[in-house]
């Protein structure tokens, strides 16, 4: 079957019926103080979710296993890695049933429901795009674009004429204009938590050490699924930390705020700050 997309929404198969697309406007600043992201580094394994159930978190990919035997909801769930919807696509599903809203790119939309994932139609559905990628229009230059967007209060963009790879380091704060990849599903989170109306986004398990693994593949999938490769070594330099070093300039200390609960991290604190659980419980209340 075929991923049709209509006016406001999708449908997997001419005959079936249609699921709205949720607009991003819709929770644009609903939320104020603090969220939690939660990514998948084994240092997530010894935090306790349970403990901040009343904070608003961000779950991705396979982190959705925290969540596991807990009643605890997930505000938005995401995923934008094709690869990880083609080899976990039950953490897909048990995500959908889990978290109060879902957002998907559409290649993950689609490999989902070729797996015979489902969504259902009662079930608040974003659409994950990057920036530049809407379709019916016309896609610029990554130079073009970061000079397009030069004087836009929505979006940091870095721009260089001599040099092509800055135009692609950038942060949105509005989810309905796209996203920066940055080739970390926890830059994309951090983007919807500022479109959210958080104040401040604690980082949990942002480790990006490829070596690590992830928390949950020893304790869920054990020995019987193979592990997901990950590009993080070689997305780091050109990639991922350009883009927090960019958020870590013309973003943070204006209105929204990132720290890390990862002493193991490979973000540098003069980047994303750390901070322990007990500078954590201080923070995670205030306004």
């Known amino acids: 079957m075929d991923l049709i997309f209509t006016e406001n929404g999708f449908k997997f198969g001419q005959s079936a019926p249609e699921h709205q697309i949720t607009p991003w406007d819709e929770i644009r ?30 779950a991705m990919n396979g982190s959705i296993n925290k969540f596991l035997n807990t009643d605890i909801s997930p505000l938005i769930y995401i995923c934008d890695d094709d690869g990880f919807a083609r080899n976990r696509s039950d953490c897909i599903q048990h995500a959908v049933g889990q978290s109060r809203n879902v957002a998907l790119s559409e290649d993950v939309l689609r490999e989902f429901l070729e797996r015979g994932g489902r969504i259902p139609l009662e079930k608040p559905f974003f659409l994950l795009r990057r920036v530049n990628r809407f379709p019916g229009e016309k896609f610029l230059s990554d130079r073009q674009y970061a000079y397009s967007v030069r004087h836009d209060g929505d979006i940091a963009c870095d721009f260089s004429i001599f040099r092509q790879r800055p135009n692609r380091i950038g942060f949105s704060r509005n989810m309905s204009k796209g996203y920066f990849n940055a080739r970390t599903i926890a830059y994309a989170a951090l983007q919807i938590a500022c479109h959210i109306g958080a104040h401040r986004a604690f980082l949990v398990g942002v480790d990006l050490q490829s070596s690590a693994g992830r928390f949950y593949e020893k304790w869920r999938y054990a020995d019987t699924r193979p592990a997901e490769k990950s590009r993080l070594d070689k997305d780091y330099p050109g990639h991922i930390l350009p883009c927090f070093q960019l958020m870590s300039r013309r973003v943070a200390g204006k209105g929204f ?28 209340n205030q306004p």
Request: aromatic share 6%.
């Open 29 to 58: 600043n609903t939320c104020s103080g603090g969220c939690i992201v939660v990514a998948s580094g084994p240092s997530a394994e010894n935090f306790s979710i349970a403990r901040y159930a009343h904070v608003p978190m961000l």
């Open 257 to 284: 705020d990132v720290f890390n609960l990862s002493q193991a991290s490979r973000l540098p604190a003069e980047v994303v700050p750390k901070i322990d659980e007990a500078q954590f419980q201080q923070m995670i």
